[in-house]
């Protein structure tokens, strides 16, 4: 017509196809704004436009401005852009490409139709009553997500929120389209988009098959207190996790989705390595959220870990050390609990003096009498060459072979030898053993090591007994040897038998025995 015969644009965009073109003046003091607004267009937009693939925004005036935005559906629940009506569809989600100026984002899309129920149309007056479904979109990138996301009434409005992305739904808002406003109908809505949220998430966690537990860090913050950015970011939050709570959204040891309150969460302390550790036990119970929960930004991740396991109680307590220690030897194998010491070994050199007895107390040694016992120093021993006093506790057979003397090493359990008894007997009070087998053991120590291992006792309430001349045995710090104060004769429940210690005489005087009473 004549329009295109003076217009090259015109004939341009017609030559190349256009079956509908839009032409409109442009005042020049208007052309700075239009190119702002141009640059700053949210290629976003295309993610709710199913009928577009490819948008150039192209500036002729001055210098110009190119922008040229492309969107590829790289997967797609029915090989369409979107729910197909014909089949009575009222979900799809895909993945989708957008390209610009050589870079490109993949996002997931999840989109639900959904029918306003009476009490929320009624709400809005500004509801195409003919159109019975409306739709609900959850867009979230790929790499590199924004701190926050934000809700879109099919362009960008002011309300953020911590979910990632962007909630796109013809919300109910105020006049200039940039606020939420309460009420039954964006009630409803939230509701309806943290349905979609917590249902995506096996979509969602399936974009990183290296890290089972990033999706995490696309979920809401805290629900509570001053984190949420507004009452809409506070209303999909708090539905997210409590959704979230009861639906297969937290991924146990083996990856899979599982119902966040049949998981346990193991504790804060544990490093990388020593998680890593735990999990690479074959046999280890797949009851506990899954390692990867603990790789990249792991305050994060737990924390919305712990809010799918307990929406409501915000200060969750994760299990403590030594429970999580022990359920890796619930099959009560020496396999188990070689992984389990192996596990503890990596831990003690990292843990705060105040968390080093949760390992400590931990039963995870399983012994020659197949019972487990906690790890500490001077109470399980490997066997040797020496011939302990009977009770002395050996570790299984299996675990003391020589190709696990490391691990041992590192949880100072050593082969049994006269100081480590001597000293294991002290720390119990000689809880079991006779005075004549003790004395016996200190024999075959040096006086030296001995005494100082004795004197461990002396101010106890079980100090090491002697024997005296009456035959019986009495604690150390009440007998005396024979003198001008005491004498065998007039005092045998006091005087040492110094025939029976002969050889002992020199230890002894070391620990304070002498012929008169000693000052307290």
């Known amino acids: 017509g004549e329009a295109f015969v003076n217009d090259d644009i015109l004939t341009e965009l017609a030559d190349g196809g256009a079956s509908t073109i839009v032409k409109l003046p442009l005042k020049p003091r208007k052309a700075s704004g239009l190119r702002k607004d141009l640059e700053g267009f949210d290629r976003e937009f295309l993610l709710f436009s199913p009928h577009v693939s490819s948008l150039i925004l192209d500036d002729r005036i001055g210098q110009g401005m190119l922008r040229e935005i492309t969107l590829e559906v790289e997967d797609s629940s029915n090989g369409m852009m979107g729910p197909d009506p014909d089949r009575g569809e009222t979900t799809w989600n895909g993945e989708i490409l957008l390209t610009e100026g050589g870079n490109s984002d993949l996002h997931l899309v999840l989109t639900r139709m959904h029918q306003p129920s009476d009490a929320a149309a009624e709400a809005n007056s500004a509801l195409d009553r003919s159109r ?86 696309r979920l809401p913050g805290r629900f509570s207190g001053p984190e949420p950015k507004n009452w809409a970011d506070r209303r999909i939050s708090e539905q997210v996790y409590v959704k979230g709570s009861t639906s297969e959204t937290l991924p146990n040891q083996d990856g899979e989705l599982k119902v966040p309150t049949s998981l346990h969460l193991h504790p804060s302390d544990p490093t990388e390595e020593a998680v890593q550790e735990w999990a690479r036990f074959p046999d280890r119970p797949k009851r506990w ?68 007895p949760e390992v400590l107390q931990a039963k995870i040694v399983l012994t020659k009498g197949k019972k487990f016992v906690p790890p500490k120093p001077g109470t399980v021993f490997i066997p040797g060459g020496f011939d302990a006093v009977e009770g002395t506790v050996y570790v299984h057979p299996e675990l003391a072979k020589e190709a696990n003397r490391d691990v041992l090493e590192a949880l100072e359990i050593a082969e049994v030898s006269p100081e480590a008894e001597l000293k294991k007997l002290v720390e119990e009070g000689f809880s079991g053993a006779s005075d004549s087998s003790i004395w016996q053991l200190v024999r075959k120590i040096d006086e030296v090591p001995a005494s100082e291992i004795l004197k461990d006792s002396l101010g106890s309430d079980t100090p090491v007994r002697v024997k005296v001349a009456s035959g019986t045995w009495k604690r150390i710090d009440s007998v005396l040897l024979v003198g001008d104060v005491a004498n065998v004769e007039e005092d045998p429940e006091v005087v040492l038998d110094e025939e029976w210690h002969a050889e002992d005489l020199g230890l002894l005087g070391r620990l304070g025995l002498a012929d008169h009473p000693r000052a307290e």
């Open 289 to 356: 959220v899954h390692a990867d929960v603990q790789l990249g930004n792991r305050t994060d991740k737990r924390a919305r870990a712990a809010r799918l396991i307990k929406p409501n109680n915000e200060q969750m307590v994760p299990e403590n050390i030594t429970t999580w220690l022990e359920a890796l030897v619930e099959v009560k194998t020496p396999e188990a609990s070689l992984a389990a010491m192996r596990v503890a070994a990596i831990l003690l050199p990292t843990l705060t003096v105040n968390k080093r």
């Open 132 to 217: 019975e479904m409306v739709p609900i979109t959850w867009a979230v990138p790929k790499a590199g997500p924004r701190e926050l996301g934000q809700f879109w009434c099919f362009f960008p409005t002011n309300y953020e929120t911590t979910l990632r992305g962007i909630v796109n739904a013809p919300w109910k808002t105020n006049t200039d389209r940039t606020q939420l406003l309460p009420g039954p109908f964006n009630q409803e809505l939230l509701g309806i988009a943290a349905e979609l949220v917590v249902e995506g998430i096996p979509q969602l966690q399936g974009l990183w098959p290296d890290d089972r537990c990033q999706y995490l860090l």
